[in-house]
């Protein structure tokens, strides 16, 4: 079909055939040190087969104390890299095109995982009684090389390109909210000085993989908590990251945790509650001059190609509903414009922490009850 949503086009000389792009989703179905399975490797399969213009990986972690979740992809150590080439091959075999996203948890890492106390930006109010390392000056190097060393692993691995994950209260992301950074250094205070680490590692990893390697980043336009990051500010931070290179730029928001708010909110069940972060994406764009992928909540064709044909973002971001339909785009494409089917329940995760992977379970539920009464 005719749409701006099916025009190719380029991020840093890589080809997209359309403007869909699988956001990074944790899947729960890494090795138990973050090496890649089978069932990881059919899920990207699927995804590529689905018709996605782009895959960007779950949330990797760049070195041990990073880790956020159980189950969760690796990218901390080269004897990862061979399992990863795997999962690039297939995706590239059934003509996909994936990133991989590089992440640190920071004050959100597993303790029980880690077996450390987590590292945070500073002691900021209510950490006080609980084990946390502050990270000093000397740990703000070593993070900016194990981004770096990481950025080089995914190239090796046959990785597209890379994403920064800045995003959701993760480590960078409680560099850029001055609910998190109460430092009193050049990485505290104004929002210049709390988006400084994420320039260091750009220009680090740009040092590394050359000029013609994407490199994106997922940031928030707001924590929505608190003294956190707002959209005066992430417009900012905005700037700052177009001006110093990246490729494109995917936005976001809330914290984990963070209820109604969280970057996966629950019922979505009406136009008007899809693209949560519209006017945000409206403000952004307006000052930066590299491409801005949109993400929350986007259940409707109308409602992306809207977006889309309105200039408020240049791609369209989805999770969930791929979860459920991984061939949702091909669907799409095919004229079946029917709404994802997806029903915001949140319900796929549990499984992930369960060791199973994460699945539609209310898909499965339905399945089971119609075969019940067949």
């Known amino acids: 079909m005719m749409s701006k949503l099916f025009e190719a086009s380029l991020i840093n000389g890589l080809n997209l055939k359309n403007r869909f792009i699988r956001s990074a989703t944790w899947e729960g179905m890494a090795t138990v040190d973050g090496a890649v399975t089978p069932k990881l490797v059919q899920t990207m399969i699927d995804l590529a087969r689905g018709g996605v213009g782009l895959i960007i990986s779950g949330h990797s972690y760049i070195s041990p104390a990073g880790q956020g979740s159980p189950w969760q992809l690796g990218i901390y150590k080269d004897e990862l890299i061979p399992g990863l080439k795997g999962l690039t091959g297939a995706v590239h075999e059934n003509g996909g095109k994936i990133l991989m996203q590089l992440a640190h948890a920071g004050n959100f890492a597993a303790e029980d995982l880690i077996k450390q106390p987590p590292l945070?930006?500073?002691?900021f109010a209510g950490l006080a009684e609980t084990r946390r390392q502050e990270i000093t000056?000397?740990?703000?190097a070593e993070l900016i090389s194990a981004y770096t060393d990481a950025a080089a692993r995914a190239k090796t691995a046959g990785f597209d390109g890379i994403q920064i994950h800045a995003a959701h209260g993760y480590l960078l992301s409680q560099f850029l909210s001055p609910a998190f950074n109460k430092r009193q250094d050049e990485y505290g205070g104004s929002i210049q000085n709390r988006a400084r680490i994420h320039l260091e590692i750009y220009r680090s990893?740009?040092?590394?993989?050359?000029q013609d390697f994407p490199i994106l980043i997922k940031m928030n336009c707001g924590d929505f908590v608190e003294n956190g990051l707002d959209i005066e500010e992430s417009v900012q931070a905005a700037e700052l990251f177009a001006g110093v290179g990246f490729d494109a730029i995917e936005l976001s928001g809330g914290l984990v945790g963070g209820g109604?708010?969280?970057p996966s909110r629950p019922?979505?069940?009406?136009?008007?509650?899809?693209?949560?972060y519209k006017d945000h994406a409206r403000k952004v764009k307006n000052e930066i001059d590299v491409p801005l992928i949109l993400v929350g909540g986007l259940r409707s064709f109308a409602v992306a190609e809207k977006l889309i044909v309105d200039g408020v973002a240049d791609y369209i971001s989805m999770s969930r509903p791929f979860i459920r339909?991984?061939?949702?785009?091909n669907r799409w494409q095919s004229g079946d414009l029917r709404k994802a089917?997806?029903?915001s329940d949140n319900l796929c995760f549990n499984p992930g922490l369960e060791g199973k992977g994460i699945y539609c379970v209310t898909k499965e539920r339905e399945e089971q009850k119609r075969n019940a009464s067949s």
């Open 120 to 123: 945070v930006v500073s002691n």
């Open 137 to 140: 000056k000397s740990t703000i």
């Open 205 to 210: 990893v740009r040092s590394i993989v050359g």
């Open 260 to 262: 109604k708010l969280s």
């Open 267 to 276: 019922g979505i069940n009406s136009v008007d509650q899809e693209a949560y």
């Open 325 to 329: 339909e991984p061939d949702l785009i």
């Open 341 to 343: 089917e997806c029903v």
